[in-house]
Nanobody
Framework: QVQLVESGGGSVQAGGSLRLSCAGF????????MGWFRQAPGKEREAVAT????????FYGDSMKRRFRLSVDNTKNALTLQMNNLKPEDTAIYFC????????????????????WGQGTQVTVSS
């Protein structure tokens, strides 16, 4: 059974760091594309990063690639998102997601490609 559960959200000042974690992948661990989306108030969902661990392929959103790092923890079957140099515009609810794929440059950022979604965790960055 797949039940994605996020943890690690919270409040931080601009320039700070947070580490999000997601568990509950069950039988799809490493078999599906795993990643994160975010949604700020009044805005559409935005792709943050996605990984296909078995192929060592990772996608990042343009504004995140230099500050965020996605990694897999095979000892805990958990997906982690390390977020550094956070900015107020990073404030959003962050959702853990999974997609069967295949994903590539032209579709990895589309929410409809992802069939599993967690409940989300709030990240608030103050200036």
């Amino acid at each position: 059974q797949v039940q994605l559960v996020e943890s690690g959200g919270g409040s931080v000042q601009a320039g700070g760091s947070l580490r999000l974690s997601c568990a509950g992948f069950g039988h799809i661990w490493r078999k599906y594309y795993m990643g994160w989306f975010r949604q700020a108030p009044g805005k559409e969902r935005e792709a943050v990063a996605t990984v296909y661990a078995d192929a060592d392929v990772t996608f990042y959103g343009d504004s995140m690639k230099r500050r965020f790092r996605l990694s897999v923890d095979n000892t805990k079957n958990a997906l982690t998102l390390q977020m550094n140099n956070l900015k107020p515009e990073d404030t959003a609810i962050y959702f853990c997601v999974a997609a069967r794929g295949p994903l590539y440059d032209g579709n990895w950022y589309k929410p409809d490609e992802y069939i599993y979604w967690g409940q989300g965790t709030q990240v608030t960055v103050s200036s």
